[in-house]
């Protein structure tokens, strides 16, 4: 599928592609990695997010690499962004760019406490973030896809640029409890494909396989398998001879 850029004409687009071929996604989260280590970032537990307060630069680049939401306050010159669990576990674990405190003296102090924390506030976790940091490790922008009905939805560059390409829905190979409990009946595969089709965007199933081991530590997800596929819905048109 092509990227289909965003834009009211044809030059338009063309200027989208262009901006984006400029500032890759890559650059932008090494340069926002960079500017939270040298600032000493530090983000705080609030119940099912993590916040975080940030400076005029951190702003600009966190919205152009699409972690989190800003949120409205009435502070001058500090500025707060709201992130999912996900993207604050990505940024702390993997990108070593972002501390987090936990506000109170039993607060999670190190990865394994902050990942047994935030199991405990999202039991399936392990297998979200595992596909959550598997597509942004391909430079895929992931946002939430709940207004589609699926977990996440993936853009190939910002969301401002580009129109985003597949719905995700993440589940689980090793028992019958899978995060989300969809796709267990062809009602629901239709009902997903019938409805990304119609926003022209694919179905993306990831099938995370834990291969036996437990999932008490993060050093667990390099055990974790991934497998990719994609569902579409068949049209029978597509199909039919053409009458001459």
Same mark, same amino acid.
């Given at each position: 599928?092509?990227?289909?850029?965003?834009?009211?004409?044809?030059?338009?687009?063309?200027?989208?592609?262009?901006?984006?071929?400029?500032?890759?996604?890559?650059?932008?989260?090494?340069?926002?990695?960079?500017?939270?280590?040298?600032?000493?970032? $530090?983000?705080?537990?609030?119940?099912?997010?993590?916040?975080?307060?940030?400076?005029? =630069? !951190? *702003?600009?680049?966190?919205? #152009? +690499?699409?972690?989190?939401?800003?949120?409205?306050?009435?502070?001058?010159?500090?500025?707060?962004?709201?992130?999912?669990?996900?993207?604050?576990?990505?940024?702390?674990?993997?990108?070593? $760019?972002?501390?987090?405190?936990?506000?109170?003296?039993?607060?999670?102090?190190?990865? =394994? !406490? *902050?990942?047994?924390?935030? #199991? +405990?506030?999202?039991?399936?976790?392990?297998?979200?973030?595992?596909?959550?940091?598997?597509?942004?490790?391909?430079?895929?922008?992931?946002?939430?896809?709940?207004?589609?009905?699926?977990?996440?939805?993936?853009?190939?560059?910002?969301?401002?640029?580009?129109?985003?390409?597949?719905?995700? *829905?993440?589940?689980?190979?090793?028992?019958?409890?899978?995060?989300?409990?969809?796709?267990?009946?062809?009602?629901?595969?239709?009902?997903?494909?019938?409805?990304?089709?119609?926003?022209?965007?694919?179905?993306?199933?990831?099938?995370?396989?834990?291969?036996?081991?437990?999932?008490?530590?993060?050093?667990?997800?390099?055990?974790?398998?991934?497998?990719?596929?994609?569902?579409?819905?068949?049209?029978?048109?597509?199909?039919?001879?053409?009458?001459?």
């Amino acid at each position: 599928m092509a990227p289909r850029w965003k834009g009211k004409d044809a030059k338009s687009k063309k200027d989208a592609e262009a901006e984006a071929l400029r500032e890759p996604m890559s650059m932008i989260i090494s340069q926002l990695q960079s500017s939270l280590v040298q600032s000493n970032t $530090c983000g705080f537990l609030s119940d099912n997010c993590v916040h975080l307060a940030v400076q005029a =630069e !951190q *702003l600009d680049l966190l919205d #152009k +690499s699409c972690f989190g939401r800003p949120v409205r306050t009435v502070e001058k010159d500090m500025y707060w962004f709201q992130l999912t669990l996900e993207e604050a576990f990505y940024l702390c674990y993997f990108l070593k $760019c972002l501390k987090i405190n936990g506000g109170a003296d039993t607060g999670p102090s190190n990865d =394994e !406490q *902050l990942w047994r924390y935030f #199991k +405990s506030k999202k039991e399936a976790f392990p297998c979200f973030y595992k596909a959550y940091s598997h597509l942004r490790m391909k430079n895929w922008v992931v946002r939430s896809g709940a207004q589609y009905g699926v977990d996440f939805i993936i853009y190939r560059h910002h969301p401002a640029r580009v129109h985003s390409e597949y719905g995700v *829905l993440v589940l689980s190979h090793d028992n019958d409890d899978d995060p989300n409990g969809r796709l267990r009946v062809w009602s629901d595969v239709h009902c997903s494909t019938r409805l990304l089709g119609s926003v022209a965007k694919t179905l993306l199933v990831l099938y995370i396989n834990k291969n036996g081991h437990s999932d008490e530590s993060p050093l667990c997800l390099a055990n974790y398998t991934i497998e990719e596929r994609t569902i579409s819905r068949w049209s029978p048109e597509q199909c039919r001879e053409r009458s001459i």
